[in-house]
């Protein structure tokens, strides 16, 4: 199985701040990666599929980078409404694995 | 629109079973790649199962042998049938799929999710 490894698991950051979180997958994943971002009490929103493209309809202050193992989901401008917790989630094989999670708190 | 609508989640006893459903709004389910995936009180995102347009079925070790992932076309909605069930399965079940044509983990549409607890 594929393990996906998130850092940090949490983050304490400002409105405005630029936030890095990155996923390592323990094995080559071809780009086969997204990133969700999940509300408490709310279902997971897709953000980032194949590593690096946009959702229709998520703001461009998400971008998603990386290749192989290691990927980097940024926020460029934390505003309130960004303040969640993150997953990444390799689809190259099965067992589909996800990271354990970022939480983006308010500082 | 796209809108995923879980039902069939609940308190059982361990060893019980249990059908969540997904009806399905906005597409066919039988043309997408769908996917139940489920959350454990304070815990992470865990993928159970998928199911591909073609038929074709995929999951998780921890389920394996006990759960099945099925649709309805005349319906539109789908299933999982959940037997054997373990203290552990305790978790909010959603169901979610990728839009059409596309196979890419699943996640691209999500569902508000069915509680499912196991407990005597």
């Known amino acids: 199985d594929i393990q996906m490894t998130q850092s940090p698991s949490s983050l304490s950051a400002s409105v405005g701040d630029r936030v890095t979180i990155t996923c390592r997958a323990s094995?080559?994943?071809?780009?086969?990666l997204a990133w969700f971002q999940q509300q408490p009490g709310k279902a997971p929103k897709s953000l980032i599929y194949d590593a690096s493209t946009l959702q229709s309809g998520v703001p461009s202050k998400f971008s998603g980078s990386g290749s192989g193992t290691d990927f980097t989901l940024t926020i460029s401008s934390l505003q309130p409404e960004d303040f969640a917790t993150y997953y990444c989630?390799?689809?190259?094989?099965?067992?589909?694995?996800f990271g354990g999670g970022t939480k983006v708190e308010i500082k | 629109e796209v809108q995923l609508v879980e039902s069939g989640g609940g308190l059982v006893q361990p060893g019980g079973s249990l059908r969540l459903s997904c009806a399905a709004s906005g597409f066919i389910v039988s043309n997408n790649y769908m996917s139940w995936v489920r959350q454990a009180p304070g815990k992470g995102l865990e993928w159970v199962s998928v199911?591909?347009?073609?038929?074709?079925?995929y999951y998780a070790d921890s389920v394996k042998g006990r759960f099945t992932i099925s649709r309805d076309i005349s319906k539109n909605t789908l299933f999982l049938q959940m037997n054997t069930l373990r203290a552990e399965d305790t978790a909010v079940y959603y169901c979610a799929t990728d839009r059409e044509g596309m196979i890419r983990g699943g996640g691209d549409f999500w569902g508000q999710g069915t509680l499912v607890t196991v407990s005597p």
């Open positions: 094995q080559g994943i071809n780009n086969y």
């Open positions: 989630q390799q689809y190259n094989s099965y067992p589909l694995t």
């Open positions: 199911i591909y347009s073609g038929g074709s079925t």
